[in-house]
């Protein structure tokens, strides 16, 4: 019973998110569908953010929208293939979706090259965050992203956010995942201080 509760208390975001866009289930799902849905579960709300890593494969359309505004938190490959490669393997995550696209080191490498380049290239449009420097320095980036969303950085809960999830992938992935990683990647790396 208290799996359960926990499932419950930790998935209600999503059921209600869900049970709020199925009105939207004859249609293609596109920002005002996703926006009437946060606007439904969040009503008065000025801002509201929503985690999806796909979304950095929309830019083109995300930062037409002069009121949408587009955060990407980025982190070192290398932790992103580890943790994406823990999902896949425990099979929280085993769906067509994760066997086609985060099943590999390779396939992990590629998605995350791609989703660099587009943060690269609309980087004047958006607010970006190295992850490893949002855990480090907690402060000062909260500082910086209220500015940017102009609100008061003392309504963020920096007790949620912790550090110990960076550098992990040496623990987590073979020498050769490293090396795919690295030889796939290392470009985009180095021009962001990975390496």
């Keep these: 019973m208290k799996t359960l509760r926990r499932l419950v208390k930790e998935n209600a975001f999503v059921a209600r998110y869900l049970f709020a866009m199925y009105k939207h289930r004859q249609n293609l799902i596109g920002i005002p569908e ?21 979304y950095v494969f929309s830019l083109d359309e995300l930062t037409e929208p002069a009121q949408l505004a587009c955060l990407i938190i980025y982190r070192d490959c290398r932790d992103v293939t580890r943790s994406s490669l823990e999902r896949f393997r425990t099979a929280e995550r085993n769906s067509e979706y994760w066997r086609e696209n985060l099943s590999t080191a390779e396939k992990i490498a590629k998605r995350w090259v791609r989703a660099i380049e587009l ?42 956010i912790r550090d110990t999830s960076v550098g992990k992938y040496k623990g987590g992935l073979s020498n050769e995942e490293i090396g795919t990683v690295m030889k796939i990647a290392g470009p985009a790396m180095a021009r962001l201080g990975y390496i």
Excluded: C
């Design 119 to 160: 943060m690269e290239r609309y980087s004047e449009k958006l607010h970006v965050i190295r992850y490893e420097n949002f855990v480090r320095n907690t402060g000062q980036e909260l500082e910086a992203l209220a500015k940017w969303l102009e609100v008061d950085p003392a309504g963020f809960p920096k007790e949620m």
């Design 34 to 54: 996703i926006e009437d849905t946060l606007n439904s579960i969040f009503p008065g709300a000025r801002i509201v953010g929503d985690k999806l890593p796909d």
